[in-house]
């Protein structure tokens, strides 16, 4: 029987993308990243919820060499981009980058596929995000495909079931499946709730309101 393991943030996209495939692909694995991200105590706790809900295992996976070198508002003390600061696109994806985590996440995940039989990969790439974050690409995703061709013998297939919507449709897509919004956590910083201002906040709010999804709103932005 077909298996698949997610990476898993505890995010729009990836929670999403669980509910998506869960039946369809057989999601028995999420892999959550604590890369020494502002937010990783309140990803991961999302996660674990998540997890529970759809009856998933969870991991956690420490990369403490990433948070080392890593520089940039993700990580380090510098400000999360914010207001204003996100007019600049360029600028604000440059300000959040973190060294190659969707690549190296990718492999990881390759890596429980190769061990365990996984025969795919989901993660929460998505169309509005790719305009700035090429790790989020179709382009990205096929390259790995290709990679993993070569670099595993069970050859798992990245699949990334969001790849052509942006924050609106994931929403609508959320709201037509009864995927429970009110377990994401897809704020920036380390704080309880939404910080509402941040850009992965801004995106989700924004979509909740095109989406009219009012009670979401009340309960993720307090």
Known sequence: MTKSIILLSGGLDSLVSLGLTKEELNV??????DYGQKSASK??????????????????IKLDFLREITKTALVSSEEVPAGKALENEDNSAKSV???NRNGLFLNIAASYADSFGFENIIIGAN????????DNSAKFIDSVNKEFEYSTQVHPKVVAPLIN?????????ALSKN???ELTMSCYQSRDGHC?????????KHALENNHADEYIKQLFN
């Open 165 to 173: 919507y942006n924050k609106n449709d994931i929403v609508m897509l």
């Open 196 to 204: 509402g201002v941040c850009e992965s906040c801004t995106r989700l």
């Open 97 to 99: 980058w973190v060294p």
């Open 28 to 33: 028995t694995l999420a892999l959550t990243f």
């Open 43 to 60: 990803e991961i706790e999302a996660a674990a919820k998540i997890c529970e809900y759809y009856g998933v295992e969870h991991k956690i």
């Open 127 to 134: 169309k509005e995000e790719a305009k700035t974050f090429s």
């Open 179 to 181: 995927i429970p919004l």
